[in-house]
């Protein structure tokens, strides 16, 4: 409708409604999207009047596109708009109604647009009002969704990834939720547990962030489980909703030392990227308002073991390479030493995320230096043989967690032939044997049960 018929209550007049004697909890649910070139591209403020007097309700129909899970997009599709983006489902604005709806009273519901937009501003309406009778059970947690990992194309920004797990749960008892034991883990593996404990009030919903997984559980796709087994140290009234299976897509993974290229545009100042480790902590970053426009940067990251993030911005929300504007072309892109780099990204609005799992992933049990080198019984209960022969000069023999910590570590010589590897005080999981000699670095798995 024509923002005139809006306004003028030629259309959404205030209309009068009659409670439902049974219900007992209300929403209101609003979807506005905005169309027209002033409708579409300018914020405007809408509201919800009860019973007149000041709105109970006011807010501003506006959704940033530049963290559009679909992209790129040909068009204009980093532009923000009134209630929408392309690509993406229309923005609902939910309101729940406490002490208003009061059974035998009617009540009059008014909407309009509390702003004066103009030239062609067209808006899509709808509203709802929704009624509940109590709630069915006193403690009912539902674990609602899987936001990563996650194949869902609108955790598309975030996915695939290799480090914390995060779900949505939702409290639909009628108490108030303090504790959870969360059960996670890839199906057919290693069942992590979590206490939670916080707050979730009831008919609301919170992401709870799992504590991290073993980096080489996500090297295949699979299906990533949870399920919520107790709800304040008691059952769950309701436990047909505690669990929620999620097929996800393996991270990449590069053996090898890696290459980050970085190309500015004629903005500089509004692009960096950063690279993270698995506990969100930054181990090497580029800022662009350090750099000159349209330069080259090339850094190369060696020694890493375990999962990581590269992350890059644009404060302009433009992405480093955008079609409608004059900023020139800029990308980030990466590979293996010596291999050809493929593009993380340029046009992408406001961030890009690409995790990987990089370190000694091989199985290598020989080299072009001639030494033999093995480790058996490999899985092991935590007792492993180390056997290396050939060795010429001094070396190195270390065992590393996913955080790259060294857990057992040995300097060797001509003489050594083998020794034991003693992990029974470790968790089971994957380990890393790296064997360091003047020339080269080779390494293999260890599996513990």
């Known amino acids: ?60 129909v506006w959704s ?22 392309p690509g993406e489902p229309t923005h609902v604005q939910t309101y729940e109604v406490e002490g208003i709806f009061l059974p035998g009273q009617d009540i009059e519901l008014d ?28 403690l009912d947690a539902e674990l609602e969704d899987v936001l990563y990992p996650s194949d869902k194309v609108e955790y598309t920004r975030f996915n695939p990834r290799c480090d914390h797990p995060e779900i949505r749960v939702k409290n639909r008892g009628s108490s108030g939720i303090q504790h959870l034991s969360i059960e996670y883990g890839i199906e057919g593996s290693t069942i992590e547990s979590y206490e939670w404990t916080g707050n979730i009030a009831p008919n609301t919903s919170r992401n709870i962030e799992l504590p991290v997984i073993n980096a080489m559980e996500w090297l295949e796709e699979s299906v990533f489980v949870a399920k919520i087994t107790s709800v304040n140290n008691e059952s769950d009234d309701y436990p047909n909703n505690n669990e929620f299976l999620s097929p996800f897509t393996p991270v990449p993974i590069h053996e090898s030392d890696i290459v980050i290229t970085f190309k500015t545009n004629f903005q500089p100042f509004e692009s960096s990227y950063k690279v993270y480790d698995q506990f969100g902590t930054v181990i090497h970053q580029r800022l662009g308002n350090n750099l000159s426009s349209n330069t080259f940067t090339t850094d190369t990251l060696f020694n890493l073991n375990g999962c990581y993030s590269i992350e890059a911005f644009d404060t302009g929300d433009d992405g480093f390479e955008f079609w409608a504007n004059s900023d020139g072309i800029g990308y980030i892109s990466m590979g293996e030493i010596g291999t050809n780099q493929w593009l993380i990204g340029d046009d992408f609005g406001r961030f890009i995320n690409y995790q990987f799992i990089a370190g000694s992933l091989s199985n290598i049990e020989d080299n072009e230096s001639g030494v033999f080198f093995n480790v058996f019984p490999n899985p092991s209960t935590g007792l492993f043989s180390l056997v290396i022969d050939g060795l010429s000069g001094q070396a190195q023999c270390e065992v590393f967690d996913q955080m790259g910590q060294v857990l057992w570590s040995k300097n060797l010589s001509d003489s050594y032939i083998s020794d034991q590897i003693d992990l029974e005080h470790v968790p089971s999981g994957i380990y890393f044997l790296t064997l360091t000699t003047p020339s080269q670095r080779v390494s293999k798995k260890l599996l513990k049960h």
């Not at 647009?113 to 059970?137: A, C, K, M």
């Open 1 to 60: 409708q024509n923002y005139v018929s809006l306004a003028e209550d030629q259309r959404f007049e205030p209309r009068v409604f009659t409670p439902n004697e049974n219900a007992q909890q209300y929403k209101i649910k609003s979807a506005i999207t905005g169309h027209g070139q002033e409708g579409e591209f300018i914020p405007q403020g809408h509201f919800i009047n009860l019973n007149g007097g000041i709105a109970e309700f006011t807010w501003t």
């Open 64 to 85: 940033e596109c530049a963290e559009n899970p679909v992209f790129p997009q040909g068009g204009t599709w980093i532009y923000d708009r009134a209630g929408w983006c």
């Open 111 to 138: 909407y309009g647009i509390s702003t004066n937009p103009i030239g062609d501003s067209r808006y899509i309406v709808n509203h709802q009002v929704v009624s509940y009778g109590p709630n069915n059970f006193q």
